[in-house]
């Protein structure tokens, strides 16, 4: 089991940034990859970025343009998120996962946070 726990979400300006982490516990936060998802009001979640075990390889959406940056650190069990040049339809809740493998699929990650509320302002 793993017990994973967002932080770092809030209110900001368009264009601005925010650094979301996702702290783990539990079983060998090492053995996981980890992805972020996002979902916005009456939408589906979709998929931001992941990065495998070892954070050597990661993965993002399209819509992220070079503006995000996934990275972790092992030592102290967390993924971050960093989240520059944003835009109001960056506004959504964010959510932390835990998987074996980097996919881009929800169904392919066994543990998730409880998500962290991002607002961006126009």
């Known amino acids: 089991q793993v017990h994973l726990v967002e932080s770092g979400g809030g209110l900001v300006q368009a264009g601005g940034s925010l650094r979301l982490s996702c702290a783990a516990s539990?079983?060998?936060?090492?053995?996981?990859?980890m992805g972020w998802f996002r979902q916005a009001p009456g939408k589906e979640r979709e998929f931001v970025a992941a990065?495998?075990?070892?954070?050597?390889?990661?993965h993002y959406a399209s819509f992220v343009e070079g503006r995000f940056t996934i990275s972790r650190d092992n030592a102290k069990n967390t993924v971050y998120l960093q989240m520059n040049s944003m835009k109001p339809e960056d506004t959504a809740v964010y959510y932390c996962?835990?998987?074996?493998?980097?996919?881009?699929?929800?169904?392919?990650?066994?543990?998730w946070g409880q998500g962290t509320q991002v607002t961006v302002s126009s």
């Open positions: 539990g079983r060998t936060f090492s053995s996981y990859a």
């Open positions: 996962a835990a998987g074996l493998i980097v996919v881009v699929a929800g169904r392919g990650y066994d543990y």
């Open positions: 990065i495998n075990r070892s954070g050597n390889y990661t």
